[in-house]
């Protein structure tokens, strides 16, 4: 027979589906009937109302404040309700930055993902998963690609609808898009519509949207590779070079998690596509141009990263105050010493710095830095096909001279 937990483990977390009680199996219901106090969703405690004995706290606003309300209650038996799999965009993500595993007991029931794959008959390690609740609907852009499958979970009712609007304007208006509403309860709903034809009406808050990518001519599709088409950002000719851009990517070298400083960032294109990289890159985009800085942001949410933060001002004074970067980009044609300064004074110890160089006076400044810090120093020339008269030949660009340098740890 089941007991509550010991006081060791004083935390239960329970996944709850639209099916309420019936769902749940018998070690979960009478752990929620003996426990004291019990938290969840205002939708929550209402399927489990039939099992509560004890006290129940629906949520409050801020989210905050009920964690803080669990966490008061550490070592005292203190259920938690949570929709499906409380560890999958739930709230055993948040938790446990605050409870260790060893104080917790959890029983997980499957996720809207997992109940959507099953209807769709996709398997789950081969779609696209992303929770759009409470987030831009522009995070779905990096993984529009022709055939690809996405399953999605939306804020409300009204997030397929501008999921398809999003679609259709971006050139996926012939993708399907399958809305799986109340998955697992009996007002379950499954629809499917083409993304340009939507008109499903009356969707339930709690839906998760299957796309099935279709691409048009002009698609918005956004390649894995760094160094992605000028004509896809936004810019007025302050931008780092596609070429360019592909070697400074490189040369960063982005890691899993870190955060990058670019500084003058023009159209933003170096701290886009540093995001790209993987869901967790961070990147702060430094800027004077008020009329620059709206553009980095435009384009930041029409590549999918809008987590990209942008800061309107003149650097290096508008360095003062950021989080100590894992990597900086310097660009342009800038030679303020006072700027090379605060950046190498601000990157972090075994961090890296990539600045180039299209001016003589910048490119003085990166020979006197490498030739005092070290370094690696490289020039780089591009030149493109282009007509001349009936005939073609080669225009050079700007050369490039480009400094990489590893500040050393303290």
């Known amino acids: 027979m089941s007991e509550m937990p010991s006081p060791q483990r004083w935390l239960t977390l329970i996944g709850i589906g639209e099916d309420g009680p019936a769902g749940l199996g018998d070690d979960a219901k009478r752990l929620i009937a003996a426990a004291p106090v ?7 405690i209402e399927l489990m109302q039939a099992l509560i004995k004890g006290e129940a706290h629906s949520w409050l606003s801020p989210f905050e404040k009920s964690i803080e309300a669990v966490l008061a209650r550490r070592g005292m038996p203190t259920v938690v309700l949570a929709s499906g799999d409380p560890f999958y965009y739930g709230v055993g993500a948040t938790l446990s930055r605050h409870v260790p595993a060893s104080e917790m007991t959890v029983i997980p029931a499957p996720s809207s993902f997992s109940l959507a794959a099953s209807r769709l008959g996709w398997p789950l390690q081969d779609v696209t998963v992303l929770s759009l609740h409470g987030r ?42 399958t809305v799986l509403e109340a998955l697992g309860g009996p007002h379950e709903r499954v629809s499917t519509q083409r993304a340009a ?44 070079k596609r070429e360019i851009r592909a070697m400074t990517l490189s040369a960063l070298a982005p890691r899993h998690g870190e955060l ?25 985009a430094i800027e004077s141009s008020g009329e620059r800085a709206a553009r980095i942001r435009r384009n930041a949410a029409n590549f999918g990263v809008p987590g990209l933060t942008v800061v309107e001002g003149q650097a290096p004074h508008a360095l003062a105050g950021l989080p100590a970067p894992d990597a900086i980009f310097i660009g342009g044609g800038g030679s303020d010493a006072g700027v090379m ?39 780089i020339d591009i030149a493109r096909a282009a007509p001349i008269g009936t005939m073609t030949g080669w225009r050079p660009a700007m050369p490039v001279t480009q400094w990489s340098w590893v500040k050393p740890s303290e």
């Open 38 to 44: 019990v938290f969840g969703g205002t939708r929550h």
């Open 341 to 379: 300064d605060a950046a190498i004074a601000g990157l972090k110890a075994g961090g890296r710095l990539v600045a180039n160089a299209v001016t003589i006076e910048m490119e003085a400044m990166l020979l006197a830095e490498h030739a005092r810090r070290g370094g690696s120093l490289i020039r």
């Open 197 to 240: 034809d939507f008109r499903l009406s009356g969707i339930n808050d709690l839906n998760v949207c299957g796309i099935e990518v279709a691409v048009a001519t002009d698609a918005r599709i956004l390649a894995r590779s760094a160094g992605l088409d000028d004509s896809l950002f936004e810019h007025d000719g302050q931008i780092t």
């Open 136 to 177: 831009p609907l522009d995070l779905v852009r990096p993984h529009l690609h022709p055939g690809r499958k996405i399953l999605a979970l939306t804020s409300d009712a009204q997030g397929p609808a501008d999921l398809a609007r999003l679609l259709q304007e971006a050139g996926f208006g012939q993708s399907t898009l």
């Open 260 to 284: 990058l400083w670019d500084i003058g960032a023009g159209s933003g294109s170096v701290g886009v596509e540093w995001m790209l990289a993987h869901p967790s890159m961070r990147a702060i």
